[in-house]
């Protein structure tokens, strides 16, 4: 038996609770990690509300929350190949499996090594962040010295966003509350703070041709008082908002195989694409960890350190 943390309903953090569980069995297609690190995201309360349905993987309650995780192979399923037993690796649990617990089964086609030299606690945060911030900018595909806007640049993803844009040699702004401004200047972006102006009058001042793209990770109203600020509509490309469609722009693109896994972690290997963790709490504060997140408190990424 191995500890968890999930939830009994879908509801508010009032459903979420502690509980015991046997080590999960590997399907066909899949791999039992012993988990080391769980990274926390925004996907894991919508989830628990029961606002994405089709990535619950039908399990019965209570279910464990989580989604992206780094750990070792304990077993495999059936039909599993490229990993091994003792293999470090990390990837999504999108069959439903959580990672905040002491075990979890991960999709094995949705799972890569680690490579030597990068630490569990970051490879643990690319499943999401990094596989995202390397979708939506080549689904962009802006030229070197092109001007993009990143929307919510404070969090995981959009940290993520900025420093990959800028190793493509963008010009890169970003726009997010006060508090997310030195984790933001620290790598190179031009920070915008829509609490203390006009977001759109400043943005415009800075850049008053339009910009080349805009990647957003707030969506609903910031989305769309953003928008009008690119040069095409196209080149709008959103993370969390399927309705930017509405405004002419695209839904962003993902790839979460193995390969993408790959070449992300050989980004943050190289330190291109190097995370910025700014939490670390144990299984046991989980609660917390998962609350900065929903709040809008995350400045970086924040995992939990299980084993």
């Known amino acids: ?165 800028a190793a493509r040699e963008l010009r890169v702004l970003g726009t997010g509350s006060a508090a997310k401004r030195e984790q933001a200047e620290a790598i190179g972006v031009r920070f915008v703070d829509y609490t203390a102006q006009d977001v759109v009058e400043a943005l415009r001042e800075l850049v008053p041709e339009g910009f080349d793209g805009i990647v957003d990770l707030v969506g609903g109203t910031s989305l769309r008082t953003v928008a009008p600020l690119a040069r095409e509509p196209r080149t709008v490309i959103s993370v969390g908002d399927q309705s930017v469609s509405e405004l002419g722009g695209r839904f962003v693109e993902r790839r979460l195989d193995r390969a993408n896994l790959e070449r992300s972690a050989q980004l943050a290997l190289d330190g291109v694409l190097a995370p910025v963790v700014t939490a670390v709490h144990p299984l046991s504060d989980a609660p917390a960890a998962l609350a900065t997140v929903e709040n809008g408190h995350a400045a970086g990424k924040v995992v939990i350190k299980v084993t």
């Open 1 to 165: 038996m191995g500890q968890a943390w999930g939830f009994g309903r879908h509801g508010g953090p009032e459903v979420q609770e502690f509980f015991e569980r046997p080590d999960p069995a590997p399907g066909r297609g899949e791999v039992l990690i012993r988990v080391d690190v769980a990274g926390v995201n925004p996907l894991d309360h919508l989830l628990r509300a029961g606002l994405v349905p089709g990535l619950d993987g039908g399990r019965p309650f209570p279910r464990v929350l989580g989604m992206e995780a780094a750990g070792t192979v304990l077993a495999l399923g059936e039909d599993v190949e490229g990993l091994e037993v003792g293999d470090a690796v990390f990837g999504f649990a999108l069959t439903g499996g959580g990672t905040y617990a002491e075990t979890t089964v991960l999709s094995a086609e949705n799972t890569a090594r680690i490579p030597a030299g990068l630490p569990a606690a970051v490879a643990a945060t690319l499943p999401v962040a990094g596989t995202t911030a390397v979708d939506a900018l080549d689904q962009l595909g802006l030229p070197a010295g092109a001007t993009i806007l990143v929307n919510g640049v404070g969090g995981g993803v959009g940290l993520a966003v900025a420093r990959l844009a």
